[in-house]
């Protein structure tokens, strides 16, 4: 069963930083994808970061360059790094999980998700 928590959040100034931490239990690397997402209030929820079908790292165009998705591969842990945060940035940020296909690709619905961490950044 998979189980996913996020930490990290927290409350910044513009320009800083925050690492996003989220533990992992019956994750795998090799047999799932994970990503980042984030939801501000009254929007959608949106894709921040994620490891594609073919283990590459994907990054939506509003923080690319800013933020940083890894990976622990012992502990099967992604991480974000965020530099030069913006006030638009502001928003949960979620952690997801989803079986790959049996050909390995990371297609279909997110089916796992954590609770969310706050991330609140300030001009």
């Known amino acids: 069963q998979v189980h996913l928590v996020e930490s990290g959040g927290g409350s910044v100034q513009a320009g800083e930083s925050l690492r996003l931490s989220c533990e992992t239990t019956?994750?795998?690397?090799?047999?799932?994808?994970v990503a980042w997402f984030r939801q501000a209030p009254e929007k959608d929820r949106e894709e921040v970061a994620g490891?594609?079908?073919?283990?590459?790292?994907t990054y939506a165009a509003f923080v690319k360059g800013r933020f940083t998705l890894s990976y622990d591969h012992l502990k099967n842990n992604p991480y974000l790094q965020m530099n030069n945060l913006k006030p638009e940035d502001t928003a949960m940020y979620y952690c997801?999980?989803?079986?790959?296909?049996?050909?390995?690709?990371?297609?279909?619905?997110?089916?796992?998700w954590g609770q969310g961490t706050q991330v609140t950044v300030s001009s």
């Open positions: 997801a999980a989803r079986p790959r296909s049996d050909f390995g690709e990371c297609t279909g619905d997110y089916a796992d």
């Open positions: 490891i594609g079908s073919l283990w590459q790292t």
């Open positions: 019956g994750v795998t690397f090799g047999s799932h994808c």
